[in-house]
């Protein structure tokens, strides 16, 4: 291996570790309205919907409401309330604008 080659590995995982900080850090800050995208498992299938948070309930459990309808999923619905770990969610939207 060249000191090139080490030295964009080196830079790939500073970058890596920075956007799992960025991510972890966005997931501390999420609050009620904003918008989580969770997925749901059925039968081989992977449905991945959005839940508003309603309720922040600790350092690692969030409750919402999902805002979908499911297609692939038919265990769950629409409005039905859910508990889930932050490191389930996949995507965030914030319901207004953080720095």
């Known amino acids: 291996m060249s000191e090139n080659t080490a030295v964009l590995v ?18 501390t800050q999420i609050r009620q309205g904003d918008l989580v995208k969770i997925a749901f498992r059925q039968n081989g299938h992977v449905e991945w919907m959005w ?3 309603e309720h922040d309930l600790g350092d690692t459990k969030l409750e919402g409401t999902l805002i979908n309808d499911p ?3 038919d265990y769950i619905k629409k409005g ?3 508990t889930f770990y932050r490191a ?3 995507d965030l939207v914030w319901k207004e604008h953080r720095p």
């Open 10 to 27: 080196c830079e790939d995982c500073t970058t890596q570790r920075r956007q799992d900080w960025q991510r972890k850090n966005k997931k």
């Open 51 to 53: 839940i508003e948070v």
């Open 71 to 73: 297609v692939l999923v």
């Open 80 to 82: 039905q309330t859910f």
């Open 88 to 90: 389930e969610i996949a």
